[in-house]
């Protein structure tokens, strides 16, 4: 309480020492413009300055509240056409999923307009494009695309490639995609698509050259990176016959393209068959014992068992009884017995023949076996057990024939 009254009458005091000031020494003050005079006290003076201070601060306080109302307006709108970017996006790529291309097409490129990232738009409208048929808007959305984002290019030659693929353009998705290889390691999906490229235009050499990348990287699982190292070289192996059929008699381009195959594919059972197979076509017989005996030898294999019966040699006999010395460890082996009856045939054996045949016949009947039997006993004369041996074969060969109501035998036909 005593200080209130303390300062309530210094308030009073300062109060009438300002008035005695005021009347005592009024002062002066006198501006000027043009023909325009404004005169009036000191005092008077300084009380319209602090006012029109006061007013200035005012007004430029309530401009920065409309700039700053302006900013957070502006800053809401952009955040609701982006909010509506990512709700169209989200239906387009549902859209899309579900194969609906052209609506897929239009909410995504509504979506691309206010999106951060328009680049997926883009490429996924592209892709909805070529469904739809429409190329030239799927190049024109591919180069939207790479425009939205400079560091995109991989990705959208890869969407190109894939396009090009799936419309069977393998020359141009070659082309595309030797672009993008430039560094394999962080992209090994251009390198499974350069595969699949070279696959479509049978270029075996090309996918020759490519195998070493797909298996550093690890593009494709091993099982299928066998199979597609096998169908490479079977198709190479094939095109050297050919090779050798146009070229020189003492050139074999077969047997020079086995021996830079790699070692496990030597080894191979289905590529020594092969092989084997191709160099008994070429008449290469010689090729073809010294690669069965010498496999045989370290694995028993009964279908190169089997291509030994088609290998001709100078020495029929002696052929035999090599093979002979095989059926002490595999006397059931019908494919054994089967290359034995041929070989007994080609050194004019017919008993012996015929006693092979049959073996064979009882451990596995097949078509080619009641096929050499039913030839060698049509040879013998036995017309009757020929013909039953052709038709069981026949029969055999033609599992899936229809149920025909076929008519019954009458008993003089008996």
Request: proline letters at 2%; a positive charge.
């Given at each position: 309480m005593r200080k209130l009254l303390l300062l309530a009458l210094i308030a009073l005091l300062l109060g009438v020492a300002v008035v005695a000031l005021i009347e005592n020494h009024p002062g002066y003050v006198l501006i000027a413009y043009g023909n325009y005079?404004?005169?009036?006290?000191?005092?008077?003076?300084?009380?319209?300055?602090?006012?029109?201070?006061?007013?200035?601060?005012?007004?430029?306080?309530?401009?920065?509240?409309?700039?700053?109302?302006?900013?957070?307006?502006?800053g809401w709108l952009g955040q609701r056409k982006t909010r509506q970017a990512s709700r169209l996006t989200h239906r387009g790529l549902i859209s899309f999923i579900e194969g609906n291309w052209e609506p897929a097409r239009r909410q995504l490129l509504r979506g691309a307009e206010h999106s951060e990232v328009p680049l997926l738009n883009y490429l996924v409208a592209a892709r909805a494009s070529f469904q739809l048929g429409d190329h030239d808007r799927m190049r024109e959305y591919l180069g939207a695309a790479e425009k939205s984002d400079s560091e995109a290019g991989i990705a959208v030659e890869l969407t190109q490639a894939e396009l090009k693929l799936r419309g069977n353009q393998y020359e141009q998705a070659v082309a595309t995609l030797e672009r993008a290889r430039r560094n394999a390691g962080k992209h090994p999906h251009v390198l499974k698509l350069l595969s699949t490229a070279y696959l479509g235009l049978e270029d075996w050499e090309a996918l020759l050259k490519l195998l070493p990348e797909l298996r550093k990287y690890h593009v494709l699982p091993e099982e299928e990176l066998l199979q597609l190292e096998r169908q490479v070289y079977t198709q190479l192996l094939q095109a050297s016959v050919a090779l050798d059929a146009a070229g020189d008699a003492g050139s074999s381009h077969l047997q020079q393209r086995w021996q830079t195959m790699p070692r496990s594919l030597r080894q191979d059972s289905a590529m020594l068959q092969l092989y084997v197979g191709l160099l008994v076509r070429e008449g290469d017989h010689a090729a073809a014992d010294k690669t069965i005996q010498r496999a045989l030898k370290q694995d028993w294999d009964s279908e190169l068992a089997r291509l030994y019966g088609y290998v001709e040699l100078d020495n029929p006999g002696r052929q035999l009884a090599q093979a002979e010395t095989w059926l002490a460890a595999y006397p059931r082996d019908p494919q054994l017995l089967l290359s034995l009856g041929r070989l007994a045939c080609r050194h004019q054996l017919w008993g012996k023949a015929r006693n092979y045949f049959e073996?064979?016949?009882?451990?596995?009947?097949?078509?080619?076996?009641?096929?050499?039997?039913?030839?060698l006993l049509a040879a013998l004369g036995?017309?009757?057990?020929?013909?039953?041996?052709?038709?069981?074969g026949l029969l055999l060969r033609e599992k899936n024939l229809p149920q025909l109501p076929l008519p019954e035998r009458s008993a003089e036909h008996a």
């Open positions: 005079t404004v005169e009036t006290s000191l005092w008077v003076g300084i009380v319209l300055l602090v006012l029109a201070t006061l007013v200035l601060y005012a007004v430029f306080a309530l401009l920065r509240k409309l700039l700053r109302g302006q900013r957070v307006f502006s073996a064979s016949y009882k451990q596995r009947r097949s078509p080619e076996v009641c096929a050499e039997l039913g030839r036995e017309e009757r057990a020929s013909a039953t041996a052709f038709r069981e």
